[in-house]
């Protein structure tokens, strides 16, 4: 059966994507000249910053006083940090009393990216139980499904969002700890993307509220009888920014002046809702989000620039379901090769899910068309627990990366070879019933510490 559009008819288009996309036959000049606009125009402020956008959160504060919704707040103990978004706007970013809302993506396909993250608020001293929680009372975002197939609704959104976020409100009482003890932090940079924009339709139309409420109160998930909606939503790189100073003068151990990292900054956490994302005047002038660099800086790493930095990682979500070949090829072509021709990077340092398992699990690809050229992709974090000291194989899991760590691991000072044989001892140990625990499993399950 020949595939066909939404009206029926035959479907032209790209990899069913519908006829309006089609194939534009450009040559390789005409084509530079179409995306010229991207590197002289992205690199600043194009945003007129002097017009002021509608901040949702005074509308959320309206809702609150009208008696209902209830916003989780950030509260002095969660001893915030204050940082500024694009247009100039305070934003608060909880440090303590954090609540993990994992990542599918990251638990399945790079598991050292949570565990870099716990294992930092382990080595500040932070208490599991009190000043943070992981614990397996969550469910994945969904928006995979929405922003990959068009399945998904926005009131199925909403009422995950909420779900969550309720849980998240509550789970400090199975603890001893009042209602709101624990803040969300979001690992995953489309459930961040996802939930900012959710959190503004919530915000916006009362006919939503009123579908989500009833679902909720199904689900014995309202509180008084109104939904529970964040003050902030905040995803981890944020946390890992407000902590940068903290994580370069108290805990780095190793000097990494000499790598050459490039950063690549997640299209979901800084062109969704982007009046949310955190920009700094002291990290790339302002023109460019803060987080990722400000830690590499902060570390000391030489942060690199290239041409390509605003692009995609090329995962698009339809694209590597429908269109796989795309994908791995505009990764390769706008994103590792450039990388590496003009910026001779040791490293990428990405902070999103979907970018770090697209770029480092399909480098492989370009071996089969004589593109021999590849770098090693983590997650800031990741970067940053290495130059802490983390291991390599039981925190930071560079086992689990199918780009080339091994040069970067041994360019930082740390033995690869060692490093190694001493995991294979570890899973040893383990094969005996002696296991090391990241975080107690107890707490997991709703247990006490």
């Not at 309006?20 to 606009?37: G, H, I, K, M, P």
């Not at 071996?367 to 970067?383: G, L, R, T």
């Not at 086992?399 to 690869?416: F, N, R, T, Y």
């Amino acid at each position: 059966m020949k595939p066909t559009d939404q009206n029926g008819s035959p479907d032209t288009g790209i990899a069913g994507h519908g006829s309006f996309f089609q194939e534009t036959n450009l040559s390789r000049e005409e084509a530079v000249r179409a995306t010229d606009w991207v590197r002289k125009h992205v690199d600043r402020r194009t945003v007129d910053l002097g017009e002021r956008m509608d901040d949702v959160r005074e509308h959320m504060y309206e809702l609150e006083k009208e008696g209902e919704i209830i916003i989780h707040r950030i509260t002095d103990e969660h001893e915030p940090m204050a940082v500024r978004t694009l247009f100039g706007w305070e934003k608060k970013v909880p440090t303590k009393q954090l609540w993990h809302h994992k990542s599918c993506g990251q638990c399945g396909n790079i598991p050292g990216y949570p565990t870099s993250l716990l294992w930092f608020m382990n080595e500040f001293g932070f208490v599991p139980g009190k000043d943070y929680l992981d614990e397996t009372d969550q469910t994945s975002c969904t928006a995979w499904n929405y922003h990959g197939s068009g399945i998904g609704n926005v009131e199925s959104l909403a009422a995950v969002f909420l779900r969550n976020f309720h849980q998240a409100y509550v789970s400090g009482k199975q603890h001893g700890h009042e209602l709101g003890h624990f803040y969300p932090l979001v690992h995953c940079g489309t459930s961040f993307g996802n939930y900012k924009e959710i959190r503004k339709y919530l915000i916006e139309s009362a006919e939503l509220r009123e579908k989500v409420t009833k679902i909720l109160g199904k689900l014995g998930r309202l509180v008084d009888g109104k939904l529970v909606i964040p003050e902030e939503i905040v995803h981890y790189s944020e946390w890992v920014h407000v902590m940068r100073n903290r994580i370069a003068s108290e805990l780095q151990k190793i000097d990494v002046s000499n790598i050459r990292a490039t950063a690549h900054v997640a299209c979901h956490y800084y062109k969704m809702v982007h009046e949310d994302a955190v920009y700094d005047p002291e990290v790339l002038g302002g023109n460019r989000t803060a987080i990722i660099t400000s830690v590499a800086q902060a570390l000391g790493a030489q942060v690199i620039d290239y041409s390509t930095w605003y692009d995609c990682c090329g995962f698009g979500f339809r694209h590597i379901i429908s269109e796989r070949e795309f994908t791995r090829s505009f990764t390769m072509d706008r994103k590792i090769r450039v990388a590496r021709e003009e910026a001779n990077a040791d490293v990428m340092l990405a902070n999103d899910t979907g970018c770090v398992t697209t770029m480092d699990k399909n480098q492989w690809i370009g071996k089969a068309h004589d593109q021999n050229f590849s770098i090693p992709i983590v997650a800031d974090v990741q970067f940053a627990a290495l130059a802490c000291g983390a291991d390599p194989f039981k925190i930071v899991q560079l086992q689990w990366h199918a780009s080339p760590c091994e040069d970067l691991v041994e360019k930082m000072g740390i033995s690869w070879s060692e490093a190694k044989k001493n995991f294979q001892e570890y899973l040893k140990e383990v094969e005996k019933g002696n296991i090391e625990y990241l975080y107690n499993p107890e707490l997991a399950y709703g247990g006490q510490a």
